[in-house]
């Protein structure tokens, strides 16, 4: 069975690289969500090479971080598993319809 754990963090600068090290025990399919961190966690996951890491600026919520990866996430396997133009052009219809509707969504 394949895992890949989501992480959302904001200021776990403390705790960060245990919880990183105790989810590398399971799987290294790890994405890092740094939520608007303020203190030193993008030094921490800066040093850990085998993560899959997502930032932005301003702190969004756990609810928003875990969208961001799972959106991620999907569309790397979608693309991955790419199979002809048509899909393409497919993918490229999810992409602007995900982008729209999530600034539609976070915005109201």
């Known amino acids: 069975m394949r895992y890949c754990v989501i992480i959302p963090t904001y200021n776990n600068d403390k705790t960060l690289e245990g919880v990183i090290t105790e989810v590398g025990r399971i799987t290294k399919k790890i994405i890092v969500v ?7 966690t993008s030094q921490i996951l800066d040093q850990l090479d085998f993560l899959k890491i997502i930032s932005y600026s301003g702190n ?21 598993q790419l199979q002809s133009i048509r899909m ?20 109201g």
Not at 65 to 77: N, Y
Not at 91 to 106: A, E, H, M, P, V
């Open 88 to 107: 393409a052009s497919t993918i490229r219809r999810i992409l602007r319809f995900l982008s729209t509707g999530l600034k539609r969504n976070l915005a």
């Open 34 to 40: 740094n939520d608007g961190s303020t203190d030193k």
């Open 60 to 80: 969004k919520g756990k609810g928003y971080a875990i969208r961001k990866a799972l959106i991620w996430q999907f569309l790397k396997d979608s693309i991955m």
